[in-house]
């Protein structure tokens, strides 16, 4: 508590801001004198997660543990993409720029989480202050190295493909570990923006089941052929479900086409968080590895998850889905191109990709 010209502050208040009226001040015009919801912070705690956005959105279950383990904390957030963030579960969320780099090294926290490998994020791990660090370090020839042994194993299986493939630890159980927890299957922290008034020109009376048609532009051997889609779309159709085509600018081409072969809605493309919102409307969605997939995951929709090229392990769909893989054996494990010339996802059939989605979510028959 501070008093300047008489009046009291609260500069360790959770809601204070410094520059501007908090909210409490703003919306009931509380005063720090008397403030029924003044809220001191006992810890300051700083999460450096810079990108890409499905690691960031699969982060965010660390978000329930923090808040259990530090109910009365200040969490800060660094990333390159905030839009993407609960607002709601995070006190002060900031992009990685100068001005925030400038500010977070003139402050002390009590907990720093740098999850990023990045050489930028493991500089500011090194020239933040904070009680205890977790996660990455830069080493003296400037590369990343772990900070503590918690981060080793996470460390070796990115550096290392014979470890990666070995590897049978989730992505968050991993991330949970490198900052000294237990995972205990906490869910993603996510924003449907189901609040933004969106309407939907979508299919009633059956499952809608959203097929993200694309899986961007580094690792083109995760797509699946127009003809597998068109098979699987005509098998869900028949079978009493409603399939909606999902993708960005990237897949509209694609969608467009499908939807001329088989009728299958297609609302068309949106900025980020109607798209969100959109996925929201789906009672399952099919995917590639991919940042709807992050975000099915993280909307608590049960999962077709189609992958080659990963080791699935790495990916927790809370029991709610099926990961479903080609046939064939894939021998191009994290690379963008096929050494054989033909990605093996063409060598799984629709019908595997249906069975997952009956098996996941059932239909009534559409001749019932």
């Known amino acids: 508590m501070a ?15 410094g520059d501007i009226p908090c909210r409490p001040n703003k919306e009931h015009g509380y005063q720090c004198t008397g403030c029924p919801v003044y ?18 959105i699969r982060t965010t279950p660390l978000l329930r543990r923090l808040r259990q383990e530090y109910p009365d904390a200040k ?9 993407i963030l609960p607002a709601g579960a995070i006190d002060e969320i900031l992009k990685l720029d100068l001005p925030s780099v400038l500010h977070l090294q003139a402050r002390e926290f009590d907990l720093l989480l740098n999850l990023d490998k990045d050489k930028e994020a493991c500089a500011l791990h090194d020239s933040i202050r ?12 400037g590369v990343a190295w772990p900070s503590n042994e918690l981060a080793n194993h996470k460390f070796l299986t990115g550096v290392f493909d014979q470890l990666s493939l ?18 205990q299957h906490e869910e993603y922290v996510f924003d449907n923006h189901q609040d933004k008034g969106y309407r ?7 499952p809608r089941v959203g097929l993200n048609t694309g899986c961007g532009d580094r690792w083109t051997t995760r797509l699946w052929s127009d003809e597998k889609w068109i098979t699987l779309i005509r098998q869900l159709q028949q079978a009493g479900y409603a399939p909606v085509l999902l993708g960005g600018t990237a897949e509209h081409e694609r969608n467009v086409v499908l ?12 900025p980020l968080e109607q798209f969100i919102n959109l996925m929201h409307q789906m009672d399952l969605i099919v995917t590639q590895v991919t940042m709807a997939m992050h975000i099915s995951i993280a909307l608590q929709k049960p999962t077709v998850l189609m992958n080659n ?19 064939r054996e894939c021998v191009c494990f994290y690379r963008g191109s096929c050494k054989l010339g033909t990605s093996c996802m063409e060598d799984l059939p629709a019908d595997k990709v249906f069975a997952a989605v009956r098996a996941s979510l059932p239909a009534v028959p559409a001749s019932a």
Request: charged share 15%.
């Open 309 to 327: 090229i990963f080791n699935p392990y790495e990916f927790d769909l809370y029991g709610r889905g099926q990961i479903v893989q080609p046939d």
């Open 130 to 141: 904070a009680a205890r660090k977790f996660g990455y370090t830069l080493h003296p020839n």
């Open 166 to 183: 070995q590897n049978q630890k989730p992505y968050v159980q991993e991330i949970f570990e490198l900052c000294g927890f237990e995972f």
């Open 39 to 56: 809220a001191p912070v006992q810890h300051r705690i700083l999460i450096i997660k810079l990108g890409a956005i499905g690691d960031v």
């Open 200 to 206: 939907w020109d979508l299919p009633t009376g059956k």
């Open 259 to 270: 939807h001329e072969a088989t009728g299958a809605a297609y609302p068309g493309t949106f």
């Open 3 to 17: 008093e300047l010209n008489g009046i009291t502050v609260h500069p360790n208040c959770r809601h204070f801001r």
């Open 75 to 83: 969490i800060t957030w660094l990333t390159l993409t905030p839009a």
